[in-house]
């Protein structure tokens, strides 16, 4: 029966050792765990007939060759499996990394192909969108055409302004000059905005524009505008009146002169308006 024990190892020594090396450490042990001696344990007398049987097979000439050959043998069996260990670990370590790599790659793959198709949905929205705001654009133009047939000015309208109010409650980077221009334009052609904190003064370029915008915008639905007409409503515009008795070259000459007089007390009145608005607007960051 082929031992199952290292042999050299059971009697502490190494493969080269000597018959008389031999001898002597097997002596050593023997006495050690000699079953006289250990009594009380059970496993003494096991371990003196390994201790025999080493001795028996170290000092025999070819039964200790034949053992060293099978030491030997399994030594090298033990270093290829390691190998084999060592080979089919990078194998495996490799495997794993070209799948990670491959699973990268679809990931990546696939990012990119959302991103595409995030771009080609913005792109297609903006297309429609920019055609809704035409469409947009060319009913309230429309709207304020009709209303314009419908309200003719006669020289007791109450004056009514160009000039629309803004305010929303919370702070909202939204609101800016561009944003409040495009969300407008769609009314009308504007002439100027003034933008203050939470507040905004527009002057549009058409009072009914104005006034239209001031009844349907609401701006963003989370912070919505709240919009009036930055009107007067007490004043009332009269055009200067023609003297019964002066001639027609006369008349002609004192209208033309009054439509100009009025003309500019208009702009200076716009300019007035203007001015009380911001003044009001910065005083109290509020409309």
């Excluded at 969108?129 to 314009?148: H, I, R, T, W």
Aim: aromatic content about 6%; charged content about 40%.
């Amino acid at each position: 029966m082929i031992p199952q024990d290292d042999l050299y190892a059971l009697l502490d020594i190494t493969i080269d050792a000597t018959v008389e090396v031999i001898r002597s450490a097997y002596r050593k042990k023997a006495l050690k765990c000699h079953p006289d001696k250990n009594p009380d344990n059970p496993k003494a007398i096991e371990t003196f007939h390994r201790l025999s049987e080493a001795l028996k097979i170290l000092t025999d000439t070819e039964a200790r060759k034949a053992y060293d050959n099978v030491i030997k043998a399994k030594q090298a069996a033990l270093v290829r499996h390691r190998k084999l260990d060592a080979k089919r670990q990078k194998l495996k370590e490799d495997l794993e990394r070209r799948e990670k790599e491959a699973e990268e790659r679809v990931l990546v793959q696939k990012r990119q192909s959302d991103e595409e198709k995030l771009a080609t949905e913005i792109e297609r929205l903006r297309e429609e969108g920019s055609k809704e705001l035409q469409e947009e654009q060319g009913l309230m133009k429309s709207q304020l055409f009709n209303l314009s047939d419908s309200e003719p000015y006669n020289s007791t309208t109450p004056f009514s302004t160009d000039k629309i109010k803004l305010k929303w409650k919370k702070e909202d980077e939204r609101y800016n000059k561009e944003s409040l221009e495009k969300i407008f334009f769609k009314y009308g052609d504007i002439q100027n905005i003034i933008v203050l904190g939470k507040s905004a003064l527009i002057e549009m370029k058409d009072s009914n524009a104005a006034s239209i915008a001031a009844k349907i915008e609401t701006g963003y639905m989370d912070n919505p505008l709240k919009i009036k007409i930055a009107s007067e409503n007490d004043k009332k515009f009269t055009t200067p009146q023609v003297m019964p008795f002066e001639t027609p070259q006369t008349a002609s000459t004192l209208q033309s002169d009054n439509d100009y007089e009025t003309l500019v007390m208009r702009k200076l009145r716009k300019a007035e308006e203007r001015k009380k608005l911001i003044k009001e607007m910065i005083k109290n960051d509020e409309i």
